[in-house]
């Protein structure tokens, strides 16, 4: 099992800056590639970003890139989403997920955290 738990979320205006931390427990985390999620109210959960095990490789959402960053700290347990210039439509419940095998969808992904809400105001 591995446990995850994210923090950072919270109300900020649009073009402002949050960094979200997802602290694991249990199990290697360097065992696992992490991915971030989201999911805005009446919608479905979407892929935000990937970090492969020793976080040499990422991926993000095509809308996204240039404005989020995705990084590691295996030493610390971590993952982090760094996200800049936020829009109101990055308003979204933001989940670290956990996988042995990368993948971009909810399925591929095998522990969640319980996820921080981000509002961003216009």
């Known amino acids: 099992q591995v446990q995850l738990v994210e923090s950072g979320g919270g109300l900020v205006q649009a073009g402002g800056s949050l960094r979200l931390s997802c602290a694991a427990s249990?199990?290697?985390?360097?065992?696992?590639?992490m991915g971030w999620f989201r999911q805005a109210p009446g919608k479905e959960r979407e892929f935000v970003a990937q970090i492969s095990w020793r976080g040499t490789r990422t991926y993000y959402a095509d809308s996204l890139k240039g404005r989020f960053t995705i990084s590691r700290d295996n030493a610390k347990n971590t993952v982090y989403l760094q996200m800049n210039s936020l829009k109101s439509e990055d308003t979204a419940v933001y989940y670290c997920?956990?996988?042995?095998?990368?993948?971009?969808?909810?399925?591929?992904?095998?522990?969640w955290g319980k996820g921080t809400q981000v509002t961003v105001s216009s």
């Open positions: 249990g199990r290697t985390f360097s065992d696992y590639a």
């Open positions: 997920a956990a996988t042995r095998v990368p993948g971009l969808r909810t399925t591929d992904y095998d522990y």
